[in-house]
């Protein structure tokens, strides 16, 4: 079955760095598109990046874009994201995802909280 593993999380500094990764199992991984989202208390999931199956296309929010870097490792099944230049609102739980037909896919999440 798909599972998705999310690590890296934890506690950083504003304008501290993290690196979060994502590791599946059951699926073909290289024939899918990978998405990060995130979840802050009291508010609804939001997207955060993108990368298509082989990485060749990448898609940012407004409010991550160079800051964040999603890249995708085929052989080893994982999908990262790079934050650098973190702040507070940055705060959330962080999720990977993946679209295979009609389902998406989750991982249980990992917490990133930026915080002095």
């Known amino acids: 079955q798909v599972q998705l593993v999310e690590s890296g999380g934890g506690l950083v500094q504003p304008g501290g760095s993290l690196r979060l990764s994502c590791a599946t199992s059951?699926?073909?991984?290289?024939?899918?598109?990978m998405n990060w989202y995130r979840q802050a208390p009291g508010k609804e999931r939001e997207f955060v990046a993108f990368?298509?199956?082989?990485?060749?296309?990448?898609n940012y929010s407004d409010s991550v874009k160079g800051r964040f870097t999603i890249s995708r490792d085929n052989a080893k099944n994982t999908v990262y994201l790079q934050m650098h230049s973190l702040k507070p609102e940055d705060t959330a739980m962080y999720y990977c995802?993946?679209?295979?037909?009609?389902?998406?896919?989750w991982g249980q999440g990992t917490q990133v909280t930026v915080s002095s």
């Open positions: 059951g699926f073909t991984f290289s024939s899918n598109a």
């Open positions: 995802s993946v679209k295979r037909g009609p389902r998406t896919y």
């Open positions: 990368i298509s199956n082989f990485g060749s296309v990448t």
